[in-house]
């Protein structure tokens, strides 16, 4: 049976044991890479570390820091419709005699669409002219033989009103008759047609629906907190059909919905190619405070808990080596990521191998010799 001193002595043996074990794993701890006689180790994107080869430099691909273009985007989901729409219609009762289109069919403004059955018009209009011919030649009767004292100044007033009488009937009759006769209120594209020739129509029936492609409009919906940054002329991209379009804002409603806390936006953009189409949803990205700013790849932003930073190339006394450079990330946007602070343009930073290097480690660029590989900073 052991005793309580033999007890001590064993418990004394193993604390001594690992205090010596922690004190090796200190010490290791603070010792380089080299006097450990180890490879040096690098630090992954998450903080990890990951061995590399030792006394080598670690190949890796930079891109120089830029200037790229980045605005305050702010989406919304828009509906299309076209700058100017039309359903057409008759606005009197009688039957078709001729269509003038076809379907899809591209028209000017004012080509005739649809001529309706005028015979009546025709004849009401003849009657009228013959009227107006008879009165005009009694005008010019009574003017001459005012001119001489036959007849009295009554007379030919009362001639001059029969003449103005019959010049309105002519205009009346014309106006009927152009009612017979529908033509494009506008350039556009016409629908597909509602109607056959011989049917008749009556006003409010629909016909065909003519539409201004050549440039839309795009109304959406934007939080109420982002007013400040819609003014009329900002620019917009809206995408849709795998293809993006460039445009600006033309108006803003006057009034905020009250339900929903968001104010309708009014954009219009040029649609030469027909891409966009009435009734179609778009993604509309508002273009606000558009810049020019310095920046880099994302994939070469390493974001810590403590800020972002990015591994700078420079050349340093053993040569080529990255070295940790802390930056401001603004934007992000296009795969590139602003830099507010902390590079300036032309540095090297690195894109590819990222996760093989640590700060203060040789680096490798294809091509080149680690040793004056990249420019030393000033």
């Given at each position: 049976m052991a005793t309580p001193i033999g007890r001590i002595g064993f418990a004394a043996g193993v604390l001594g044991t690992v205090g010596l074990l922690a004190a090796l794993i200190a010490g290791r701890e603070w010792m380089t890479p080299q006097m450990a006689g180890g490879a040096p180790a690098a630090v992954g994107s998450r903080g990890q570390s990951v061995p590399g080869g030792a006394g080598m430099a670690t190949p890796v691909v930079v891109v120089s820091a830029g200037v790229h273009r980045f605005s305050d985007g702010i989406q919304a989901i828009g509906s299309v419709q076209a700058?100017?729409?039309?359903?057409?219609?008759?606005?009197?009762?009688?039957?078709?005699?001729?269509?003038?289109?076809?379907?899809?069919?591209?028209?000017r403004r004012g080509a005739v669409l649809v001529e309706l059955a005028?015979?009546?018009?025709?004849?009401?209009?003849?009657?009228?002219?013959?009227?107006?011919?008879?009165?005009?030649?009694?005008?010019a009767r009574f003017q001459a033989?005012?001119?001489?004292?036959?007849v009295p100044l009554a007379r030919l007033e009362a001639?001059?009103?029969g003449y103005d009488q019959a010049a309105a009937r002519v205009e009346t009759a014309q106006a009927r008759l152009a009612d017979r006769v529908i033509r494009a209120p506008f350039s556009g594209v016409i629908g597909l047609r509602q109607v056959s020739p011989g049917a008749l129509v009556?006003?409010?029936?629909?016909?065909?629906t003519l539409d201004d492609l050549s440039r839309v409009k795009i109304d959406f919906d934007v939080s109420e907190t982002d007013i400040a940054a819609l003014t009329p002329g900002v620019a917009i991209l809206a995408a849709a059909a795998g293809q993006s379009l460039e445009g600006s804002i033309e108006s803003v409603d006057s009034r905020v919905n009250i339900q929903t806390r968001t104010v309708r936006v009014r954009a219009v953009l040029p649609n030469p190619e027909g891409i966009l189409r009435t009734g179609m949803t778009v993604t509309v990205t508002?273009?606000?405070?558009?810049?020019?700013?310095?920046a880099v790849p994302?994939?070469?932003?390493?974001?810590?808990?403590e800020g972002a930073l990015v591994l700078r190339v420079a050349q340093g006394e053993q040569g080529t080596v990255a070295e940790a450079a802390p930056v401001r990330i603004g934007r992000r946007a296009d795969g590139m990521a602003?830099?507010?602070?902390?590079?300036?343009?032309?540095d090297a930073v690195v894109v590819e191998g990222i996760n093989r290097v640590r700060p203060g480690q040789p680096v490798r660029l294809p091509g080149a010799e680690a040793a004056g590989a990249v420019p030393a900073r000033s």
């Open positions: 700058y100017e729409s039309v359903t057409i219609t008759s606005s009197v009762t009688d039957t078709i005699a001729a269509l003038r289109f076809d379907s899809g069919q591209r028209v005028a015979a009546e018009e025709s004849a009401g209009l003849s009657e009228a002219q013959a009227s107006l011919a008879e009165a005009e030649r009694e005008l033989l005012q001119e001489r004292g036959f001639a001059q009103a009556r006003p409010g029936d629909v016909i065909v508002i273009q606000s405070n558009p810049r020019e700013a310095l994302e994939i070469a932003v390493l974001d810590r808990p602003e830099i507010l602070e902390g590079l300036a343009e032309g």
